[in-house]
């Protein structure tokens, strides 16, 4: 299932920082592959990772405001904390499911715990 962190709203100037979010990704999964060939706007860099529940999948829209991820939904709302906890406080994140049958606010601050809540209160 594919799952997405998006930014609403109008970001300014503001990117997601490419580099401190590979760290995030390869401090949590040891063997990263990284494919920075851009492939299309919504694939213009790729991570790719063996996770417990198998191969998983990450991939940053062009624009930097929206994370899309191929994995299992506890590794989806980690991967949502972190682009969360890099993106400014001011800004609205939301966290859903590539056919919404989930779309929850998530607020700077939220822990792994509180998001897996909203999305079990939502679905």
């Not at 709203?9 to 490419?18: E, K």
């Not at 966290?95 to 929850?104: A, H, L, S």
Request: glycine share 8%.
């Amino acid at each position: 299932m594919t799952f997405m962190a998006v930014v609403e709203g109008d970001v300014g100037a503001w990117r997601i920082d490419r580099d401190v979010l590979t760290a995030a990704i390869g401090a949590r999964w040891s063997a990263v592959e990284i494919e920075s060939m851009h492939r299309s706007e919504v694939r213009s860099l790729i991570w790719q990772f063996e996770t417990e529940n198998g191969p998983g999948e990450a991939y940053l829209h062009e624009d930097g405001t929206c994370l899309y991820m191929d994995v299992w939904e506890e590794d989806a709302i980690w991967l949502a904390i972190v682009f969360r906890e890099l993106t400014p406080m001011d800004l609205d994140l939301v966290f859903c499911d590539e056919g919404y049958t989930f779309d929850v606010r998530l607020r700077a601050g939220t822990t792994e715990a509180e998001l897996t809540d909203l999305v079990n209160a939502a679905g």
